[in-house]
Structure formats: structure tokens, C-alpha cells
């Protein structure tokens, strides 16, 4: 299986702050990467597809970047909303996986 | 509107099996791959598999091989996903979502817990 790690694990941000974070996966996966915004006890929400399309209705302050291994989540201002959980998850392999994620809080 | 509704929280011993439910609504149902992934409490997502409900085929993790199901009925737009025996490990809350690749829509969760 594909293996894919997240740093940081955690990070400490304020409002209007410009945020990002990687996701790294353990071989060449193309663009075959997605992220997912989660908060608590909410169900996943796809933000980003394909590395870098932004599903309908997510805000334009979320932008994704990267190919092949190593790829990037962006919130360009952070809003009081955006506190969560992030997860990648690669559709390369017939077995996707997720990441660990990575869990912005205020600092 | 796109919906996917789970069924409720289940208690389960050890040893016994839990199906769960994820009734759609709002597309049609055969176009989309229902994906079920779990995540146990302060933990991370995890893959359990997928299924065509067009063709029936299905793919799961490894991990969970032997020991998971996973079904549906056209008829009424439900997909299913059964577990057999169950471990306390097992406690997690079990989403289903639409998609192969990316999974665009999530049912609410369904809460399995393993007691004795």
C-alpha cells in the first residue's frame, strides 16, 4: 500500500494568518491527491481534488499544490472556520489511504 | 439535494457481526461508487473498501480482508457494509461516501461500539 505522511501533526495559528501544510506520499502518485477538511464530530469534507481543483462551494482561501510525492494545502487567511483537522488521501492505488492529518488550532 | 443517511449507533460483543446502512437520495445511485471508511475516536480516517453498485464489484483493504462485506440494493438506493468478528478495536464511527477517487459526499456516521 501506499503510505502518506502529514507535517506538521499540529499547528498553532491566529485569524488572517497564511497557512500550510504537506502531505507526502511513499511513491510517485501523480495528482491523485485529495484533501479533507474535518471538524469535531463532523463527517470529512472534500476540499480539494486532483492536487489542486477546488470542489464547488469550498472558499478560494484554500488552494492545493504539488505532484508526484510531495504536495501542499494553503489557507492564504485563516478564518475563525478553518480550525479543523486535515487529511490527504491518495486515489492512486486501487487501496487509498490517508494521511495521519494535521490539526490547526488557535494560537 | 444529495443525501447519504446511515443507519443508527449499534452495541455489538465481541465476536458478533454489525451490518450498516447508507441509504441515498438525490442522484442516481448507480453512477457513483459508495466508499466506506472508518475512524476510531481521536484517531485518523481509514479506508476499509468500495463498491460499484452498477456492477457489484468491490475492493477492500487488506487490512480488513475475510472480514468485511460490502453490498447493495438498487432497488431502494442502499448500500450496506457488514463487519464480522468484531474486536474492541473495531469501536469506530463508520461513514459511507459517495466517490472512487474523491469522496464528495459523507453520510453522518454511524457509531459501532464493542462491549462486553
Known amino acids: 500500500d501506499i503510505q502518506m505522511t502529514q507535517s506538521p501533526s499540529s499547528l498553532s495559528a491566529s485569524v488572517g494568518d497564511r497557512v500550510t501544510m504537506t502531505c507526502r506520499a511513499s511513491?510517485?502518485?501523480?495528482?491523485?491527491l485529495n484533501w479533507y477538511q474535518q471538524k469535531s464530530g463532523k463527517a470529512p469534507k472534500l476540499l480539494i481534488y486532483g492536487a489542486s481543483s477546488l470542489q464547488g462551494g469550498v472558499p478560494s482561501r484554500f488552494s492545493g499544490g504539488g505532484s508526484g510525492t510531495d504536495f501542499t494545502l494553503t489557507i492564504s487567511s485563516l478564518q475563525l472556520e478553518d480550525f479543523a483537522t486535515y487529511y490527504c488521501q491518495q486515489s492512486y492505488s486501487s487501496a487509498f489511504t490517508f494521511g495521519p492529518g494535521t490539526t490547526v488550532d488557535i494560537e | 439535494q444529495v443525501q447519504l443517511v446511515q443507519s443508527g449507533a449499534e452495541v455489538k460483543k465481541p465476536g458478533a457481526s454489525v451490518k450498516v446502512s447508507c441509504q441515498t437520495s438525490g442522484y442516481t445511485f448507480t453512477t457513483y461508487d459508495i466508499t466506506w471508511v472508518r475512524q476510531v475516536s481521536g484517531h485518523g480516517l481509514e479506508w476499509m473498501g468500495r463498491?460499484?453498485?452498477?456492477?457489484?464489484?468491490?475492493q477492500y483493504a487488506q487490512k480488513f480482508q475475510g472480514r468485511v462485506t460490502m453490498t447493495r440494493s438498487t432497488a431502494i438506493s442502499t448500500a450496506y457494509m457488514e463487519l464480522s468478528s468484531l474486536t474492541f478495536e473495531d469501536t469506530a464511527v463508520y461513514y459511507c461516501?459517495?466517490?472512487?477517487?474523491?469522496?464528495?459526499?459523507w453520510g453522518q456516521g454511524t457509531l459501532v461500539l464493542v462491549s462486553s
Open positions: 461516501a459517495r466517490g472512487d477517487r474523491a469522496l464528495d459526499f
Open positions: 511513491r510517485n502518485i501523480g495528482r491523485y
Open positions: 463498491i460499484n453498485p452498477s456492477s457489484h464489484d468491490t
